[in-house]
């Protein structure tokens, strides 16, 4: 029997790791003061999404006292049909976050390890830590997975691996041979998570977004996402492709109602509507390339990128470096995002706009390079 004051001195704690997370934090996206901000700290497709998508959301009011429908069968089908997929093998979510916190939830505990890249994705070791288990980071030579030191980081412990392909904040990609490679080296019980949440806008012929090794084996999972290219973050809808094993146990933890009735109308018309798609990869392509060009021509080294945003590194002298450069875009009212949190002090990232952004972004970046204003 306990003694009735016993519960005095104890006091509420979560389980152990939830306290060695540092939270998340999202892209700035205000100024105070500051009327007009262009907002490029979270890799949004600034131009906003297709109008079918925004129509299919405003669409969507009369319904909302409804449940959604748990499944999201129609937004399956509507994803299976464009990408050539089995629908049965799809799971939806809100967000590929959710999905990538539901697989390591599923797949990894205490004692586990949850192996990544050096820059990968902050979210891949926040998830690890959430549920007790301990992330592990393989270092990258030249920001850019190392599939060698992946595998030689795996150990009896490691349940999952995460690639982002292509990769954030980075930019950098895997090519199909490498990312096969890493594969067939890891154990049958790893779990290999591709996150390919900026898929659409590679255009470079060796790159897969992960569905032919989903095809080959039960242990790989593809993730995707509705929040960049599509231009749909604030929807927040993502979705999985996996073998029917990883498939059935996600369905058994997610939320029953996980995904919103607008998100998913707003989602089967969002991927019906290719040329929008097309037409936002050729435009982050061409102003990808020239505001590269543009930056490079102050000095600044870009790291090459097939992705909607660039990693610019600046020198490490004070006043040059890049916290000056922050805090000079913020003055303009420009929102970059800094990445020493990913252990990349003297970079920032910034997400590739318009025609317009880029432009204002460049010539920011000009006058702080020249000391002006
Ligand atoms: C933006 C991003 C995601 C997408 O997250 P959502 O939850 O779908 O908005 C996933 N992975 C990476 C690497 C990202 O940069």
Same mark, same amino acid.
């Given at each position: 029997?306990?003694?009735?004051?016993?519960?005095?001195?104890?006091?509420?704690?979560?389980?152990?790791?939830?306290?060695?997370?540092?939270?998340?934090?999202?892209?700035?996206?205000?100024?105070?003061?500051?009327?007009?901000?262009?907002?490029?700290?979270? #890799?949004?497709?600034?131009?906003?999404?297709?109008? &079918?998508?925004?129509?299919?959301?405003?669409? %969507?009011?009369?319904?909302?006292?409804?449940?959604?429908?748990?499944? /999201?069968?129609?937004?399956?089908?509507?994803?299976?049909?464009?990408?050539?997929?089995?629908?049965?093998?799809?799971?939806?979510?809100?967000? /590929?976050?959710?999905?990538?916190?539901?697989?390591?939830?599923?797949?990894?505990?205490?004692? *586990?390890?949850?192996?990544?890249?050096?820059?990968?994705?902050?979210?891949?070791?926040?998830?690890?830590?959430?549920?007790?288990?301990?992330?592990?980071?393989?270092?990258?030579?030249?920001?850019?997975?190392?599939?060698?030191?992946?595998?030689?980081?795996?150990?009896?412990?490691?349940?999952?691996?995460?690639?982002?392909?292509?990769? #954030?904040?980075?930019?950098?990609?895997?090519?199909?041979?490498?990312?096969?490679?890493?594969?067939?080296?890891?154990?049958?019980?790893?779990? $290999?998570?591709?996150?390919?949440?900026?898929?659409?806008?590679?255009?470079?012929?060796?790159? *897969?977004?992960?569905?032919?090794?989903?095809?080959?084996?039960?242990?790989?999972?593809?993730?995707?996402?509705? /929040?960049?290219?599509?231009?749909?973050?604030?929807?927040?809808?993502?979705?999985?492709?996996? /073998?029917?094993?990883?498939?059935?146990?996600?369905?058994?933890?997610?939320?029953?109602?996980?995904?919103? $009735?607008?998100?998913?109308?707003?989602?089967?018309?969002?991927?019906? *509507?290719?040329?929008?798609?097309?037409?936002?990869?050729?435009?982050?392509?061409?102003?990808?390339?020239? $505001?590269?060009?543009?930056?490079?021509?102050?000095?600044?080294?870009?790291?090459?990128?097939?992705?909607?945003?660039?990693?610019?590194?600046?020198?490490?002298?004070?006043?040059?470096?890049?916290?000056?450069?922050?805090?000079?875009? &913020?003055?303009?009212?420009?929102?970059?995002?800094?990445?020493?949190?990913?252990?990349?002090?003297?970079?920032?990232?910034? %997400?590739?706009?318009?025609?317009?952004?880029?432009?204002?972004?460049?010539?920011?970046?000009?006058?702080?390079?020249?000391?002006?204003?």
């Amino acid at each position: 029997m306990t003694a009735p004051d016993d519960g005095e001195t104890r006091s509420l704690a979560p389980k152990p790791g939830i306290l060695d997370i540092a939270p998340y934090i999202g892209g700035e996206h205000s100024v105070p003061g500051v009327n007009r901000v262009f907002r490029l700290a979270s #890799n949004e497709n600034t131009a906003g999404p297709s109008p &079918k998508a925004r129509a299919a959301y405003i669409a %969507t009011a009369g319904e909302i006292h409804r449940y959604p429908d748990g499944s /999201s069968e129609r937004l399956r089908t509507a994803i299976g049909k464009a990408h050539g997929l089995d629908p049965a093998r799809i799971v939806c979510g809100a967000g /590929s976050d959710e999905l990538i916190q539901l697989l390591t939830k599923a797949y990894a505990g205490v004692g *586990d390890e949850v192996l990544y890249s050096q820059y990968g994705f902050l979210l891949y070791p926040i998830a690890a830590k959430s549920v007790g288990a301990t992330p592990v980071a393989a270092p990258e030579a030249g920001l850019r997975t190392d599939v060698d030191a992946v595998l030689a980081r795996v150990t009896e412990r490691t349940r999952i691996v995460f690639i982002a392909n292509p990769n #954030n904040p980075t930019g950098s990609y895997l090519p199909q041979d490498e990312m096969r490679r890493l594969h067939a080296g890891l154990p049958r019980d790893v779990l $290999l998570v591709l996150d390919a949440a900026y898929a659409e806008y590679v255009e470079e012929a060796d790159y *897969d977004c992960g569905v032919e090794l989903v095809d080959a084996a039960d242990n790989v999972v593809m993730s995707r996402t509705f /929040s960049k290219i599509y231009a749909l973050a604030g929807l927040r809808l993502g979705w999985l492709y996996g /073998s029917p094993g990883i498939v059935d146990v996600i369905h058994r933890i997610r939320g029953p109602f996980n995904v919103g $009735l607008a998100a998913q109308e707003a989602g089967v018309a969002a991927i019906a *509507d290719e040329a929008f798609v097309t037409a936002s990869r050729a435009a982050a392509t061409r102003w990808r390339g020239w $505001l590269t060009d543009a930056l490079r021509a102050l000095g600044l080294t870009v790291h090459p990128s097939v992705a909607n945003f660039v990693l610019v590194r600046f020198p490490a002298e004070p006043g040059r470096d890049a916290a000056a450069a922050l805090a000079f875009l &913020k003055t303009r009212g420009i929102l970059v995002r800094g990445v020493g949190g990913y252990g990349l002090p003297d970079c920032v990232r910034v %997400t590739v706009g318009g025609e317009e952004e880029c432009r204002v972004v460049a010539a920011a970046l000009g006058d702080f390079v020249a000391h002006r204003g």
